[in-house]
């Protein structure tokens, strides 16, 4: 099934309505901006209210991709057919205990959406808290955040989000009734903490910029007009969180950019108290705090500890200059994140793109690493809600392995095998291979690459090759197993991932010299791993296929910029692509907070001349871009849905000659695609039925 485009419908042209601006002493033409609606807050929350112009656009992208994609109708199909035949529809999660309880989510069989349960702990009888497949009935889009039952078991806190703009709605259940309260919380960001007594909590409410700025007490019962105002962070780059802690003693509040936190405390049994700080915000210092006993735990990059170490201050004096290391900082480990019992404390490290969990017993700091069965691996802990337990859950997986929750025992150091991912229409590890290998970067770093294969391919210069790569805000992208993949890999692919700069695959400095001024790095890294895998006979130039998504998807635009020919096709999902638009504009949701990130072009010149190299929207320009799908939803906060569409017309307009050009935008969802884990399914289908057009192969 070759692409043949000879009978192609005409692709749509979206008209040039030049905006000229000037920064920096530079003269710069937006051909497109009229993509961006007026009103896009309003459109995002209710998409109904898009403007016309810009709707009629968008549903005629729409119509030329459906009309293109047509033909693979039957692929897609069977892909969908094959993707849900990998999913055991009825599944659910090994149960979390807590108290006389144990809780636990499952899917019922066609069921697209979350059922949340608990049963008593030794065994009994279920109770359905939430029926997601309920509440989403009547509402075109649905996705269920998140969801916390009282201390005392008697109430359940829960978020929806019914536009896919993620401002969602707090309700709160009775669950000895199974009835809601009459008081609902609207434009939330989600997450709440409860005080010891369970009729009170704090939560976060999102400003009209879309970014969580207020911390609110409610007490159940009452009118939430009537809440009190606990906190209010005034700088529009910080996001606020709340979370309780492990031990259940303290609420705690979050300040945060992508490089600098700040941490208030209030006691769980009197959160009407002032918060009281761990100690106040300094540039580019992150921190985050447990309890534990009369001290403080403290996880931390100050000092010059860029891996992080943990840190101990006692209850009373818990600022800066009272941290004393309980774990010290070792250059290119990095300390990714802690989780405190009362007798242990664990840690989850990486270091060269391999992760490990190390246990320390706290009365004697005696420690020991969790042993794993291979390399290439994708490990997290699983965080329960009891303290005093020496069992930990953790989750593992890889290219090859399905994934296993593990309960170990911290004590005797025994694991028990708790849950193993069925693949019910059958998977055999052993037909599969993984490999790790390294790229040299232009300026001599290692950049590591992760692959697999089936076991009887032999890769050669027509094998079909997808690369993925992200590369941004720290996040790491470790060779976790996904049943989705072997659709494309059973047909003759290789799937690897590139740990370019911008992650922390090799420690905080990864991250570091992938943001900012070196964000170049993360495109130069890209192209240095398409290069080794084409040299170590993989694939060939012009054989590869690139994919990314929101970040990443600013990684394909970046790296098709640079160097097409080593590409056939491309797929970016949500991709963040007019880049030096959107930092400079402060409205935006995400624009202060991210500034940190890619530089700010508004007060910085050579942020600005820096994004403007790299900037996908910018730099179109006329070369033989591969064949690429984009992807776009209207009610995205994060990536606005402007930013492909405006790519996509101007590619089509410049990109000379392109190939096979596709934008698909969803009319009702955001970010995250559509809310059921089956339509999700259609959304990979019809992304590897492109990818498999492409080349040819069904």
Not at 3 to 8: F, I, K, R, W
Not at 210 to 227: E, I, K, N, Q
Not at 587 to 593: A, E, G, Q
Request: hydrophobic share 35%; net charge negative; glycine share 8%.
């Amino acid at each position: 099934m070759p692409v043949n485009d000879s009978h192609a419908p005409t692709p749509p042209l979206a008209p040039r309505r030049p905006i000229v601006s000037e920064h920096h002493g530079h003269r710069r033409e937006d051909p497109y901006a009229w993509l961006r609606d007026a009103g896009w807050r309003e459109a995002m929350r209710d998409p109904q209210q898009l403007d016309p112009a810009i709707r009629a656009y968008l549903e005629a992208e729409n119509r030329y991709t459906d009309a293109m994609m047509a033909p693979t109708g039957p692929l897609q199909e069977r892909l969908y057919t094959e993707l849900r035949g990998r999913i055991r529809e009825d599944d659910s999660s090994v149960p979390a205990p807590d108290g006389p309880w144990a809780y636990y989510t499952r899917y019922r069989e066609g069921g697209q959406h979350p059922v949340l349960c608990r049963r008593p702990r030794d065994g009994g009888v279920e109770t359905v808290l939430l029926d997601g497949d309920a509440e989403a009935e009547g509402s075109e889009y649905f996705r269920l955040g998140g969801a916390d039952h009282s201390p005392d078991h008697r109430f359940l806190a829960y978020a929806v989000d019914r536009t896919g703009a993620e401002a969602y709605s707090l309700c709160f259940r009775d669950l000895a009734s199974g009835a809601d309260l009459a008081e609902r919380i609207d434009n939330a960001r989600g997450d709440t903490a409860w005080a010891s007594d369970g009729r009170s909590l704090i939560y976060t409410v999102l400003d009209d910029e879309h970014r969580p700025r207020w911390v609110y007490r409610h007490r159940l019962g009452d009118d939430p007009a009537r809440d009190v105002l606990v906190y209010e962070e005034a700088d529009p780059g910080f996001f606020l969180g709340v979370d309780r802690t492990e031990s259940g003693r303290f609420l705690l509040i979050d300040s945060h950019d992508h490089t600098t936190s700040e941490v208030r405390y209030l006691p769980a049994s009197n959160i009407a108290a002032e918060p009281r700080l761990i100690a106040p915000r300094e540039r580019d210092v992150e921190y985050e705090v447990s309890d534990h006993g009369e001290r403080w735990l403290i996880l931390t990059n100050a000092g010059g500890a860029e891996d992080f170490r943990l840190c101990e201050a006692s209850l009373e004096t818990p600022g800066r200059a009272h941290w004393r290391d309980l774990v010290a900082h070792r250059p290119g480990c990095l300390i990714e994140g802690f989780l405190v019992f009362r007798d242990w404390l664990v840690r989850q490290e990486l270091e060269d793109a391999e992760t490990r969990l190390v246990v320390r017993h706290l009365a004697d700091g005696d420690e020991h690493v969790i042993a794993q069965d291979e390399p290439c691996l994708s490990l997290g802990i699983v965080p329960g809600y009891e303290y005093a337990t020496d069992t930990l859950r953790f989750a593992y997986s890889s290219f090859t392995t399905p994934a296993r929750v593990y309960d170990y025992d911290m004590a005797s150091r025994q694991r028990t095998l708790r849950k193993e991912q069925e693949i019910p229409s059958g998977h055999d590890p052993s037909a599969y291979v993984s490999r790790r290998l390294a790229a040299t970067a232009p300026d001599g770093e290692r950049v590591p690459i992760s692959l697999f294969h089936r076991r009887d391919l032999a890769p050669g210069p027509e094998t079909p090759l997808l690369l993925y790569g992200y590369g941004a805000y720290g996040m790491s992208d470790l060779p976790a197993f996904s049943p989705h993949r072997l659709s494309l890999v059973d047909r003759g692919f290789v799937y690897a991932i590139a740990h370019v700069r911008g992650g922390k695959e090799r420690g905080y400095r990864w991250y570091r010299d992938g943001k900012l001024r070196r964000k170049m790095n993360t495109f130069t890294d890209t192209v240095a791993c398409a290069e080794a895998l084409v040299a170590e006979g993989y694939s060939s130039a012009g054989r590869l296929a690139l994919h990314g998504g929101s970040a990443g998807g600013l990684l394909v635009g970046a790296v098709l910029n640079r160097r097409p020919e080593l590409f056939h096709a491309a797929v970016a999902d949500v991709p963040f692509v007019d880049v030096l638009n959107t930092m400079l504009d402060p409205s935006l949701p995400l624009t202060p907070p991210e500034w940190p990130e890619w530089g700010n072009p508004i007060e910085d010149a050579d942020a600005y001349f820096d994004i403007l190299a790299y900037s996908p929207y910018d730099n179109v320009a006329p070369r033989p871009y591969p064949h690429l799908l984009v992807t776009a939803g209207v009610s995205d906060p994060r990536v606005t849905y402007w930013e492909p569409a405006k790519w996509v017309a101007r590619l089509r307009a410049e990109g000379e000659p392109p190939g096979r050009l596709l934008l698909r935008t969803n009319m009702s969802a955001g970010h995250g695609g559509p809310g059921g884990r089956f339509q999700y399914l259609e959304e990979v289908a019809f992304r590897y039925a492109f990818l498999l057009q492409a080349y040819g192969l069904e």
